[in-house]
């Protein structure tokens, strides 16, 4: 089964590994690389070659002018006579006399190859010398190129036209820049192979790191995410192996809070729904009074299961930052509205024992919900009608960190034992003592609180001693600008 739908008819997608594609890319470009530089100073040299051999072609040609005229000579013959014998053929290198359209004096001896045999050089010389100028040409015969010049040669005394022609063999001239580069294509040839050898495992070592993730991937299901990737070196690799396997954390921290969650609201859940269960199968349908107080237990133990959702929702609202609003707020202006407010809540002695005067970047509503959280939790735990519960807030501009904002509320009650001041925080807790769980609460008071302040990038904490009060207070970062 494919992946994706394809078009009917159409052909299927060949994959092509990363590792391939990079040795690809590598090869290609150290291939082009190489043929590119071999082909340019192969073409340069051969400009060099050609250069020098038309250079001596001319040379040759002035030769023959000097001969001429030292030679002494008063016929054609004896000119041209004196020309082939004293202009001896190098290497590569072959001459011709032609006297009246036709061959008539060739180097003697052994030499690389001849001129008088090719008939279609000598009448081409001919044609193009008629008009008395010194001509160059490149011309094929008998399987050789050959570069030639071609000069007219008269003499006042005779009647007769001749020309004297030298010609070089280019291709023997060129023999040895060929196979230069033969033998330099060879070894790139070579070269690529070693270069492909060692790229393969080379690209196979620094992709072993994606191979790793991939197969990871592979193997991490939603119930399991605690595998993590062997981070190894210290490059771009290793840094996305670093990240992923942060991101593995987050998400493995994320799964263990919501199985958690659902453990305990399942557990939450249960008791009211078996009171309700339990009282229905044994209510009395036939007296009035049993039905009515069934009836109010069960819309009593639903209203509470209503505010646990509530609750819920809270705190996983409190736990995303991104949700927050935060704009500048007047610290003092905030402290005396939640002091307001808190007044509502119950007869107490409500004081606001400091203010911070300042402007914090925040979410007013958020810590107005958490303040009127420890607030409520005050009144439930702290002292009795009149009792004083005080609210206050500070900046502290000369904290490690850039400063913080504090905001705190205390009671006078009872005060926390000392080994439950750890455990108030987390959710659901019960017990008497136990802060964050007041009557009918759903234990999530302060677990709230203290998503609301980790969203803000602060924290909260408790200061208290058994029969002397508990002090709670949000401690939040500046990282935002105050005044």
Do not use: C
């Not at 073409?43 to 038309?54: K, M, N």
């Not at 033998?183 to 080379?202: E, K, M, P, Q, R």
């Amino acid at each position: 089964m494919s992946d994706s739908p394809s078009e009917p008819g159409a052909r299927p997608r060949v994959r092509v590994s990363v590792r391939v594609r990079i040795l690809a890319t590598l090869l290609l470009a150290a291939g082009i690389g190489m043929a590119v530089a071999g082909a340019t100073a192969y073409l340069l040299q051969r400009e060099r070659v050609l250069a020098t051999v038309d250079e001596r072609l001319t040379t040759l040609v002035s030769d023959a002018k000097t001969v001429a005229a030292d030679s002494g000579a008063t016929t054609l013959d004896g000119v041209m006579t004196a020309i082939i014998q004293r202009l001896r053929p190098g290497a590569n290198e072959s001459s011709l006399a032609i006297i009246d359209r036709a061959p008539a004096l060739s180097p003697g001896g052994s030499v690389d190859f001849r001129l008088d045999g090719n008939a279609a050089l000598v009448t081409r010389v001919v044609s193009e010398t008629a008009d008395g100028d010194v001509v160059r040409g490149t011309v094929t015969a008998d399987g050789r190129t050959l570069r030639y010049i071609a000069a007219p040669v008269q003499v006042s005394s005779d009647a007769r036209t001749g020309s004297f022609v030298a010609a070089v063999d280019l291709q023997a001239e060129l023999r040895p820049l060929t196979d230069a580069f033969t033998t330099y294509a060879l070894v790139a040839a070579i070269a690529l192979v070693a270069v492909g050898i060692v790229g393969w495992f080379v690209a196979g070592r620094l992709l072993r790191p994606i191979r790793s993730l991939t197969n990871a991937a592979n193997r991490i299901t939603a119930s399991d995410l605690s595998e993590r990737i062997p981070v190894a070196g210290n490059d771009d690799i290793s840094q996305l192996t670093t990240t992923v396997n942060g991101m593995l954390d987050r998400l493995d921290d994320a799964l263990t809070a919501q199985r958690q969650l659902l453990d305990d609201v399942g557990h939450e859940l249960k008791t009211p729904l078996t009171i309700v269960r339990g009282h229905l199968e044994l209510v009395d349908v036939s007296d009035p009074a049993d039905v009515a107080a069934s009836r109010d237990l069960a819309i009593d133990e639903l209203d509470r299961m209503s505010g646990l959702v509530t609750d819920i929702t809270l705190l996983a609202d409190s736990g995303r930052a991104g949700g927050f609003d935060l704009a500048p707020v007047d610290i003092a202006d905030l402290t005396d509205r939640i002091r307001a407010k808190a007044e509502a809540m119950a007869d107490r002695e409500w004081v606001v024992s400091e203010r911070a005067h300042g402007i914090v970047d925040v979410d007013a509503d958020r810590i107005t919900q958490a303040m009127l959280q420890l607030a409520a939790n005050a009144v439930a735990y702290g002292e009795t009608a009149g009792g004083r519960i005080e609210l206050g807030s500070a900046l502290d501009a000369d904290a490690p960190d850039g400063g913080q904002l504090r905001l705190w509320v205390r009671d006078f009650g009872p005060g926390i034992p000392l080994d439950a001041q750890q455990r108030i925080f987390e959710r659901f807790q019960r017990g008497p003592s136990t802060r964050g769980r007041g009557p009918g609460g759903s234990g999530l008071g302060l677990a709230i609180v203290s998503g609301i302040a980790a969203a803000h990038g602060g924290r909260v904490t408790v200061d208290s001693q058994p029969g002397e009060g508990a002090t709670f207070t949000i401690i939040l970062p500046l990282t935002r600008g105050t005044t």
